[in-house]
């Protein structure tokens, strides 16, 4: 019904950048909050960034500064731009969507497939 799909994940330097897409697609009338986690096997799935339907954002302490989230409402896509990575980003990012679907204007909370970025020399 609704898929979430995220893509831009890869193996970086320290220092270096990547940028995150995650694209919504399917019986899709609205979207609401999205949002961008990270999981590693030692730690639990944790919040790194959030942006509403109005543009509010929320980071988590250990990326502000450094990693910044977008929206594109037109094409159902959001964006994680991060700059200055640490080995200690390393993780499994997951894309968060909420819809409301078409029709039936139910709300559906919507998990990606996870991307994996790694932060290495």
């Known amino acids: 019904q609704v898929q979430v799909v995220e893509s831009g994940g890869g193996l970086v330097q320290p220092g270096g950048s990547l940028r995150l897409s995650c694209l919504a697609s399917g019986s899709i009338f609205s979207i609401s909050v999205m949002g961008w986690y990270r999981q590693t096997p030692a730690k639990r799935r944790e919040l790194v960034a959030r942006i509403t339907s109005a543009g509010n954002t929320d980071y988590a302490d250990s990326v502000k500064g450094r990693f910044t989230i977008s929206r594109d409402n037109a094409k159902n896509t959001v964006y994680l731009q991060m700059n200055s990575l640490k080995p200690e980003d390393t993780a499994d990012y997951y894309c968060?969507?909420?819809?409301?679907?078409?029709?039936?204007?139910?709300?559906?909370?919507?998990w990606g497939q996870g991307t994996l970025v790694t932060v290495s020399s």
């Open positions: 968060n969507v909420g819809v409301i679907v078409t029709g039936s204007r139910n709300f559906l909370d919507v």
